[in-house]
């Protein structure tokens, strides 16, 4: 692809007392696109994507969002120019309902109308609820929704399939490609081969503190190494 990404992280290291998490990783994310990272547990996916938010600091590496570079970027500063990033637990206010959570989003960032948003997740019925009154599927529509209400220029989600129903997942991944419709750049995390493969345009894998761009889902498939090493009996099923 030859466009410039709209976000991107690079050669980013961090780590944790003497465990080197990431040496030199890297992610990027084009407008209207959704690109999966994949890898196995431990290897740094969501410290990549929470350096990438700026919500916790790196070692060395440099963010790049909508043409400025951040040495230290800070996840206010990135959230201005259209970040949004979403946690494994959706990132909602506990005191507020999810109808009053995406009213104020949208009175703030006049995204999609939230009645519509509720209606396309299936979280109609839901509204009147706070988030800790939801079920784990209902809870991760609710990031989702949160996220189209709030129309941002790139979203970073944190395995938002993880551990939920295949109903659940089929809204999600309907969500996140609206997103990308509507001119996002999408970023997500996760285990979950079919729906991730099914729905990315592009594929990242984290592994041995590094990451490999492979390029569209079938050019992944097509990756031994990767096959070998990640998708393991999966692909050979």
């Known amino acids: 692809m030859n466009a410039r990404p ?3 992280a690079e050669g980013i290291g961090k780590r944790f ?5 990431l040496k030199a990783a890297s992610m990027w994310a084009h407008a209207g696109r959704i690109h999966a990272v994949f890898g196995s547990n431990g290897c740094g996916k969501t410290t990549l994507l929470k350096i990438g938010a700026g919500v916790l600091a790196m070692d060395h590496g440099v963010v790049h969002m909508r043409g400025q570079s951040f040495l230290r970027p800070r996840h206010g500063r990135l959230a201005r120019l259209g970040l949004y990033y979403l946690p494994d637990d959706a990132g909602l206010p506990m005191h507020l309902t999810v109808g009053d959570a995406l009213r104020w989003l949208h009175r703030t960032f006049a995204g999609r109308e939230p009645a519509d948003v509720l209606e396309r997740l299936g979280l109609t019925a839901r509204a ?3 988030p800790y009154e939801l079920s784990g599927g209902e809870l991760k529509r609710a990031g989702v929704a949160a996220a189209l209400v709030r129309n941002p220029v790139v979203l970073l989600a944190d395995e938002p399939f993880a551990g939920i129903a295949p109903l659940d997942a089929e809204r999600i991944a309907d969500g996140l490609r609206l997103l990308a ?3 996002a750049a999408v970023i997500v ?3 979950e081969v079919p729906e991730l493969l099914q729905m990315a345009t592009d594929i ?5 503190g590094t990451s490999h761009g492979l390029g569209t889902a079938a050019a992944a498939l097509g990756h031994e190494q990767f096959r070998r090493e990640y998708l393991g009996t999966w692909s050979r099923s």
């Not at 990242?204 to 041995?208: C, E, K, Q, Y």
């Open 6 to 8: 709209i976000f991107a």
């Open 17 to 21: 007392g003497e465990r080197v998490v």
């Open 128 to 130: 009147s609820q706070r």
């Open 181 to 183: 419709r509507d001119g």
């Open 189 to 191: 995390t996760g285990h």
């Open 204 to 208: 990242t894998w984290v592994t041995a």
